[in-house]
C-alpha cells in the first residue's frame, strides 16, 4: 500500500507499510516572558504610574473551588513577573503572595478548605472544592494548568521554594499531562490526543448530556501547555519540558 494517499479533514494521509510511526513538529521555542513594558509616546502608551499603583494595591483573589481559585494565581504570577521586571518596590510582597496562594493548594492541614486529594483507583488527583465537573475528571488541564503555570513562576523566582515543593508540583502536572509511560500513576497524556493533535475536555467523553467530548477552552488548553514547558525549565526536568512543547 506505500504510496497511496487519502484525504481527511487534517490533511492527506499517506499509506506506509510498518507497523509504528513517528510524528515529528519543529518548534522555535516558546517565548514567556516578554520584555519590561516601557513608555514609547504611543496614544496607548504605558502608564508606570498606573502600574506602581496596581502593584501597591494587588491582593489575591478570593475565588473558592478549584476553578476560580486557581485563576486567581496566574493573576499573581503575572503580576509578581512585572514587579520583579520593573524593580517595583512590591516585588517582595507580591512574590509572598504568589508563594503563600500556591503553597495553600499543595499542603493540607485539618479545617484547610483548598487541597488536591489523589484517587489510586482512578489514578487522578482531584482539587477541592471542584468546578465544573472536575470531580469526575473534567477540565483537568484548565484547573490544573493555571496551579501548574503559576508554580512554574513560583519556581522560577524562589528556587527554595521550587526544592521544596518541586515533587508535589510535579504530581499535580502529571495528573492532566502524564509524559511518562513507565509512570502508571496518572494515564498517559490524559487529557491530550497526539494523533487529532489537541486536548479533550470532558472527564468521561459524555458532556451535555452525552454529547460526547469537547475542548472548551483553547487558551486555557494551550496554558496548561506552556506552563509545563516552563515548569519543566524551572525544575530541569527535560521530560516535563519536551511535554509541554509537544502539547503547546
Excluded: C
Excluded at 80 to 97: H, S, V, W
Excluded at 167 to 180: G, P
Excluded at 213 to 242: D, F, I, K, P, Y
Amino acid at each position: 500500500v506505500s504510496g497511496y494517499t487519502y484525504p481527511t479533514i487534517y490533511g492527506p494521509i499517506k499509506a506506509s507499510i510498518g507497523n509504528a510511526f513517528t510524528i515529528v513538529q519543529p518548534t522555535n521555542g516558546l517565548n514567556f516572558v516578554l520584555p519590561a513594558p516601557q513608555q514609547i509616546g504611543g496614544i496607548a502608551d504605558f502608564e508606570p504610574t498606573k502600574m506602581a499603583g496596581w502593584l501597591s494595591t494587588y491582593q489575591l483573589g478570593t475565588g473558592g473551588d478549584s476553578y476560580g481559585g486557581q485563576t486567581t494565581l496566574s493573576q499573581a504570577a503575572q503580576l509578581t513577573l512585572m514587579a520583579q521586571q520593573l524593580n517595583d518596590p512590591n516585588y517582595g510582597r507580591l512574590l509572598n503572595i504568589l508563594r503563600t496562594g500556591v503553597t495553600n493548594w499543595l499542603t493540607y492541614q485539618a479545617g484547610d478548605n483548598k487541597f488536591y486529594t489523589y484517587y489510586p483507583k482512578d489514578k487522578a488527583l482531584i482539587a477541592y472544592p471542584p468546578a465544573f465537573g472536575s470531580e469526575h475528571y473534567t477540565d483537568l488541564h484548565f484547573h490544573l494548568g493555571y496551579l501548574t503555570s503559576s508554580a512554574a513562576v513560583l519556581a522560577m523566582l524562589d528556587q527554595t521554594w521550587a526544592a521544596n515543593y518541586g515533587a508535589m508540583v510535579t504530581m499535580v502536572a502529571r495528573s492532566y499531562a502524564n509524559w511518562d509511560r513507565a509512570d502508571t500513576s496518572e494515564p498517559y497524556l490524559r487529557t491530550f490526543n497526539p494523533w487529532r493533535g489537541h486536548s479533550y475536555a470532558d472527564g468521561l467523553g459524555d458532556s451535555l448530556g452525552n454529547q460526547g467530548n469537547n475542548q472548551e477552552s483553547v487558551s486555557e488548553a494551550v496554558q496548561s501547555w506552556q506552563g509545563l514547558a516552563l515548569l519543566g525549565q524551572a525544575l530541569n526536568n527535560a521530560a516535563m519540558t519536551n511535554a509541554g512543547m509537544m502539547g503547546y
